[in-house]
């Protein structure tokens, strides 16, 4: 059955509109998630990791201030899109795994698409 | 600065070949490679994980060796069923980060 749980699948709003997507795990505790984006035929890139307690750490050129995280508990993530654009358009994934030496597991990735 | 490469980029087969899937990478210190399968629109599933200290890992049809050494992992499907028609992605983690590099992956089809 699905490790991750990542929701809403798919997400088609007006330009300025703030999205949030949540990632949760089940059945198992996650002090650490990653947040994946993912153009059409590329690979996925990521974009920071979420950690239980503190803030969040970005990859270099994502804007914080734009992709919010937070990781209110040791089961949810969420990623918000702040007054999002066209070029936000994109796959948002999220993954986290058991321990450090297990598996990684995705959740089905969000569809967000900005008119 | 880990980078990984996938060849071939993609790859059209008839069904029941056997096909290997090859990924590289540049820095050897790396604690595990992990083979993922995505479908078109989906998530990554999950196929098959190897620690650094292991040599390969076997689930069905599905083979993966690691050559840490050289910086190489290949993933050997046997005998293709269209079911197979996805995108297989390597990715991995380097010793003392705890994130995932990925490849840009292998468009595989497999027609009846």
């Known amino acids: 059955g699905a490790v991750v749980s990542q929701h809403p699948s798919r997400v088609i709003c007006k330009s300025g509109t703030s999205v949030k997507i949540e990632c949760r795990s089940l059945?198992?505790?996650?002090?650490?998630m990653f947040w994946y984006r993912q153009f059409p035929k590329q690979s996925l890139m990521l974009m920071a990791t979420?950690?239980?307690?503190?803030?969040?750490?970005?990859e270099q050129g994502v804007e914080k201030d734009k992709f919010l995280i937070n990781h209110a508990s040791l089961t949810l993530s969420t990623l918000t899109v702040t007054s999002a654009h066209p070029e936000d358009s994109s796959f948002y994934i999220c993954?986290?795994?058991?321990?450090?030496?297990?598996?990684?597991?995705f959740g089905d990735g969000t569809r967000l698409s900005i008119l | 600065k880990q980078e990984v490469t996938q060849i071939p980029a993609a790859l059209s087969v008839p069904e029941g070949e056997n096909l290997v899937l090859n990924c590289s990478f540049t820095?050897?210190?790396?604690?595990?490679l992990q083979w993922f399968r995505q479908d078109p629109g989906k998530g990554l599933t999950s196929l098959l994980l190897i620690q650094s200290s292991q040599r390969e890992q076997t689930s069905g049809r599905l083979n993966a060796s690691l050559d840490k050494s050289s910086g190489r992992s290949t993933l050997y499907i046997a005998a293709s069923q269209p079911g197979d028609s996805a995108t297989y992605l390597c990715?991995?983690?380097?010793?003392?980060?705890?994130?995932?590099?990925f490849g840009a992956g292998t468009r595989l089809a497999v027609h009846p």
């Open positions: 993954s986290t795994s058991v321990g450090e030496a297990q598996p990684q597991h």
């Open positions: 990715a991995v983690k380097a010793l003392g980060y705890n994130k995932l590099i």
């Open positions: 820095d050897s210190a790396i604690y595990n």
């Open positions: 979420s950690n239980e307690g503190s803030k969040a750490t970005y």
């Open positions: 059945d198992f505790q996650a002090t650490t």
